[in-house]
């Protein structure tokens, strides 16, 4: 047992992120990308066809709009998955920080490319 | 837009946890579990050959020891990958809180069987 080492911190990483819509990769494990975003407004419409996507919300509220079943609502600590294949649109009236675990090859704009597309090498970028 | 539907929320798991060293599954994603655990005392030195395991401490203070490098300390929204392969022992002084990223066949005490192994059945049975 040697000295102990002090680890990263969620609320540390957020408080890095300067951009909305822009997550940015926290930790690797099995193939997995454990990410945080800071997001507000609306996104863009699309689905993953392939990845799951886990949603935490760590602070604010995000509504994830569905085009074939009912809108869910995610309040501070409130989690969901989107289930692969199913379009989706994520809204935040106000600024809100979410935790996303999803494969490391999972774009976050799924197969839709606009504005606010940001490649996998802008979301391993180095926080800070 | 339907109507909108309230999700799980992670301290309403945790809420539900009687029993320390006992994660249970709040959601699966591309073959991963999302678990809830509270954990009081040590547990047991083990390895996961073949999966990473990622841990993210809600509440309390966490000590991971390994016996090939510095121990580490998780307080609140600390998080760290432990790697495949590596033994290691978590350890809690007080009552805390940990969220656990895994592949859905991992054992939570690895190649090590000891009377704090739950099945995956055990960690699968409903919260409430």
Redesign the interface.
């Known amino acids: 047992?040697?000295?102990?080492?002090?680890?990263?911190?969620?609320?540390?990483a957020f408080g890095q992120l300067t951009e909305f819509w822009s997550p940015r990769v926290?930790?690797?494990?099995?193939g997995?990308y454990?990410k945080v975003a800071k997001v507000k407004g609306e996104f863009v419409w699309h689905a993953h066809a392939d990845?799951?996507?886990?949603f935490?919300v760590r602070r604010g509220e995000l509504?994830i709009?569905y085009r074939d079943?009912?809108?869910?609502?995610?309040?501070e600590?409130?989690?969901?998955?989107v289930p692969k294949g199913i379009e989706h649109n994520p809204l935040a009236r106000e600024e809100c920080w979410v935790v996303l675990?999803?494969?490391a090859d999972t774009r976050h704009t799924g197969d839709t490319v606009s504005d606010m597309t940001k490649s996998i090498e802008e979301q391993s970028a180095s926080l800070g």
């Open positions: 047992m040697g000295d102990s080492v002090l680890q990263p911190n969620l609320d540390a926290v930790a690797t494990a099995n997995q454990v990845e799951d996507e886990f935490l509504t709009r079943r009912p809108d869910v609502v995610l309040r600590g409130d989690f969901h998955v675990v999803e494969p």
